[in-house]
């Protein structure tokens, strides 16, 4: 088990009280595993991978542990957390395009990311990581700016494994590209995984139908909580989750036409986060809901690796 | 009918405009009234600029745009915009944050229908907020961050219907939105259509314009590569450059590695 998440809770501090934006969640990530983790803006994806590596200013870890190859992280500090980055937790940030230093060539920006790790640059290493992304070795003496975005996007994934790290975050690393520059950068992720270069991976992303070209396992979120888990197939082809149900059932895929199927949204709105009351949270949504939904619905595992909080599936 | 000709435009980038970058090759298509013709492209197609020249943000290098067969540069900015609207990608910037949303309503009204009188006036809002599925109480006289994307949306469209327009160019104008609410948009635009509204729909997602639209025309670095009706073009694609775009499509229930 690489991973050990437990009833993590992190908030957001604001004038008006405390964002409540990722609220008791637990989960477990395997060796080799790659977690797809989707759902909509402010369900608290995002919260989730910056807690496993860097908490900003405004987050607060109110609870809960991360146990990262049977260490537990001490995520709530910044000084400690130190250590584990980059060599044992990675990011690829959502902002790729604009993560390099512009003020030095790329390859003297890694040698010296390396050097403040104590780390020794192995170039044979690099330059065969820079083919496997297909990049000509001397881009290591350009600069970030004579990159097209794509190009730098795959730079900033060698670099952000280059020290084999235990577990690899991508954050909505698709989101800004091209639906065949999309294919091209999970293909390389997964190349990434498989060669072992990483061990477990969190995908982050809004997008289910490339999730599920990529994970193993998805993990949908609402609202700041787990609403269901399980292998990507059973998400995609039998979710149990009203919410699940209805956000697959709403996606267009090519094929699909308005004039012979018409899909459907989700009527409403996520509720605030910043006094949420007890109970489902996508209970004023969900077309399912009874009384038992004021109470807080447990995450449930109705068959092996598959668990939904929600008190109809259970 | 909103036609385009031979449409070419090239940009003067680098220092002192000292290259040029052909931006739109010889385009030419066209839309009729109620039918929504979809515009794919990647980053850097050109779709955009497409979209702006038909909106008359930038004016063609060559080539001619025509509605009825009139040139739109013989027609004054304040009859051509009665007839042609722009929605964009990003609702959030869309609106002056320091003012109400509904101050793009009264902004329309200053230009266009200074002699309307307040009752009659009303009334016509509300039509067009019902059009697009919005209750009045909920959007008006709220301020920009207290809606949501989708509301957001939805009123710049309400806002183009008060004009009684006939076409409408709509650039990307769901990838901002949440999957739960992004079909809800889609929708109302499918249902414009039986108004007689045409519609351009530019995206880069062709699960998006494959689900709404009549027609499709496939843009690869500024030239149009493929054009016709969309069930051919996406079950017979003819151009090398399509069917690669096909191919990479995440399909929900399909994996890459099955279909090759």
């Given at each position: 088990m690489t991973l050990e998440v437990d009833d993590l809770r992190v908030y957001y501090r604001t004038l008006k009280g405390d964002?409540?934006?990722?609220?008791g969640v637990s989960f477990p990530l395997r060796d080799g595993e790659i977690l797809g983790l989707a759902g909509e803006s402010g369900c608290g994806k995002t919260t989730l991978g910056k807690a496993l590596i860097r908490l900003d200013g405004?987050?607060?870890?109110v609870g809960g542990s991360v146990t990262l190859d049977g260490q537990v992280l001490p995520i709530g500090d910044d000084a400690k957390m130190n250590p584990y980055r980059f060599k044992h937790v990675s990011l690829i940030p959502q902002y790729s395009m604009s993560a390099?230093?512009?003020?030095?060539?790329i390859g003297r920006m890694v040698r010296e990311l390396l050097e403040s790790r104590r780390e020794k640059l192995d170039l044979d290493e690099l330059h065969n990581r820079l083919d496997l992304v297909e990049?000509?070795?001397?881009?290591?003496?350009?600069?970030?700016?004579?990159?097209s975005g794509g190009m730098k996007q795959r730079m900033v994934m060698v670099i952000s494994t280059l020290l084999n790290p235990s577990l690899l975050i991508a954050d909505?690393?698709?989101?800004?590209?091209d639906v065949s520059t999309q294919k091209a950068v999970v293909t390389t992720l997964k190349g990434f995984r498989d060669r072992g270069f990483v061990k477990s991976m969190i995908f982050i992303t809004h997008d289910i139908s490339l999730t599920n070209q990529l994970a193993d396992t998805i993990m949908v979120m609402y609202a700041g909580k787990l609403a269901e888990k399980a292998p990507a197939s059973t998400v995609v082809?039998?979710?149990?989750h009203p919410y699940t149900q209805l956000l697959i059932s709403s996606l267009p895929e090519v094929g699909v036409r308005y004039a012979d199927k018409r899909l459907t949204g989700i009527p409403g709105n996520p509720p605030s986060l910043l006094k949420p009351e007890p109970g489902c949270r996508f209970r004023d949504r969900c077309?399912?809901?009874?009384?038992?939904?004021a109470e807080d619905p447990p995450p449930v595992?109705?068959?092996?690796d598959h668990v939904v909080a929600c008190w109809k599936a259970a | 009918m909103l036609k385009l000709d031979g449409v070419t435009k090239v940009y003067r980038i680098g220092a002192f405009g000292g290259q040029t970058m052909t931006?739109?090759?010889d385009a030419g298509f066209e839309i009729k009234p109620g039918e929504v013709v979809s515009l794919i492209g990647e980053s850097g197609s050109g779709k955009s600029t497409i979209g702006k020249m038909v909106l008359r943000l930038l004016p063609p290098t060559s080539g001619t745009i025509s509605i009825d067969g009139r040139d739109?540069?013989?027609?004054?900015r304040r009859d051509y915009y009665r007839k042609v609207q722009g929605v964009f990608q990003d609702p959030f910037s869309?609106?002056?944050?320091?003012?109400?949303?509904?101050r793009v309503f009264a902004m329309i009204r200053e230009v266009?229908?200074?002699?309307?009188p307040d009752k009659e006036w009303t009334a016509k809002i509300e039509a067009a907020l019902d059009a697009v599925r919005l209750s009045p109480a909920a959007v008006l006289?709220?301020?920009?961050?207290?809606?949501s994307g989708g509301q957001l949306q939805r009123l710049l469209i309400a806002r183009a219907l008060l004009l009684d327009i006939e076409y409408l160019v709509a650039d990307e104008?769901?990838?901002?939105?949440?999957a739960s609410t992004r079909i809800d948009v889609l929708n109302l635009l499918a249902d414009l259509k039986q108004r007689g509204l045409g519609v351009l729909f530019i995206t880069h997602d062709l699960a998006l314009g494959n689900y709404i639209s009549e027609r499709t025309v496939v843009l690869h670095k500024g030239r149009i590569v493929e054009y016709g009706p969309t069930d051919a073009v996406f079950e017979?694609?003819?151009h090398a450059y399509t069917k690669k775009l096909l191919a990479s499509v995440p399909q929900l229930h399909t994996k890459w590695e099955d279909a090759s």
């Open positions: 964002v409540q934006a990722l609220d405004r987050m607060k870890h390099m230093n512009p003020t030095r060539k990049l000509p070795k001397d881009v290591l003496g350009k600069y970030p700016i004579e990159l909505e690393i698709t989101s800004a590209l082809n039998a979710p149990k077309p399912l809901a009874f009384e038992k939904c595992e109705v068959e092996k | 931006a739109v090759d739109v540069r013989g027609i004054g869309s609106y002056n944050p320091v003012f109400k949303a509904d266009y229908f200074r002699g309307v006289n709220k301020f920009p961050h207290q809606l104008i769901i990838s901002m939105l949440d017979q694609p003819e």
